[in-house]
């Protein structure tokens, strides 16, 4: 069975892969991950949700998370928060082998997901996970709506966030 990380595990790997580009977080024990980087310069506000491939219903290759926030309760709609000037994104961490150590960060196109229902999934296949491991960064279509996913290497996280933030400034020009 793949690992399961509480908040705070996740919260921090995700500061531990991103390094000295730290200069503040809300901490590890927040629901929702706020970061202030530096080189090049972002605040972000990360969504950060185990990312698995639980048995029955679904293809063997496929990994979700259940998009729940902080105040969102069964049955109510969640939104993204974007009354500031962070940049806000939805992460999830999957370990396709044993070690929960060697996972891969899963970066979703946030203005598909700006409102959602309760428990939410959003998906990734295996392929793309994989394919990270060797390649660092990958940048794959979700089946369907032609959602842009970036999918990396933990030490690659940096490049994930960046190339993120690419697309969706592309996608706001075009």
């Given amino acids: 069975m793949a690992a399961r990380f509480s908040k705070e595990e996740l919260n921090g790997l995700i500061i531990e892969d991103l390094g000295n580009r730290v200069v503040w977080s809300s901490g590890m024990n927040s629901k929702t991950l706020l970061l202030d980087l530096k080189m090049p310069r972002r605040k972000l506000r990360i969504y950060v949700f185990n990312c698995t491939c639980p ?21 109510e709609r969640g939104h993204i928060n974007t009354d500031d000037d962070r940049i806000p994104l939805i992460m999830g961490y999957a370990c396709p082998f044993d070690n929960d150590r060697d996972g891969v960060y899963v970066l979703w196109d946030t203005s598909f997901h700006m409102e959602f229902a309760y428990s939410a999934n959003l998906q990734c296949y295996l392929d793309p996970m994989l394919q990270a491991l060797s390649e660092d960064v990958v940048t794959c279509y979700k089946k369907g709506n032609r959602e842009k996913i970036v999918v990396a290497k933990r030490e690659s996280l940096t490049k994930a966030i960046e190339r993120r933030i690419q697309l969706d400034i592309q996608a706001l020009l075009e």
């Fill in 55 to 75: 048995p029955g219903g679904r293809a063997l290759d496929e990994y979700k998370i259940q998009m729940i926030i902080e105040g969102q309760g069964r049955g």
